[in-house]
């Protein structure tokens, strides 16, 4: 038997990430469930800038990227932090802004489960 991690949201990431295409939601469905289950997709990978744990699921649908962005060890489950669609005029980089956010957010929920 697994033993499968709950996927856990912050509102806001739920409410942005019910934006994004179909294809795409169920893209990174499919890689949070791979993270419940305990292993990592290939379209995940380690999110630079915060501490370990967290990571970015990259998807790109009809020319336009979206992200969303989980952590494995805050609680016991898997919380999803941030849903974008990225708009970034810098190249492949997470704009700083979004990365504030991600860092506020996870300050935030390690504050509300402590």
């Given amino acids: 038997m697994r033993n499968t991690k709950n996927i856990s949201w912050i509102k806001a990431a739920r409410r942005d990430f019910e934006e994004f295409p179909d294809d795409v939601q169920s893209d990174m469905l499919d890689a949070l469930t791979v993270a419940a289950e305990g292993g990592k ?6 999110f630079k800038g915060v501490d ?3 990571f970015e699921i990259a998807l790109r649908h009809r020319g336009d990227a979206f992200r969303a962005i989980y952590a494995l060890k805050i609680d016991a489950d898997v919380w999803v932090i941030h849903a974008f ?3 970034s005029k810098s190249g492949i980089k997470t ?12 300050k935030r929920l390690k504050e509300a489960l402590a």
């Fill in 85 to 87: 669609q990225k708009k």
């Fill in 52 to 54: 370990g744990g967290v």
């Fill in 41 to 46: 997709s290939d379209k995940a990978k380690p």
């Fill in 95 to 106: 704009p700083q802004v979004e990365v504030e956010l991600i860092r506020e957010r996870l």
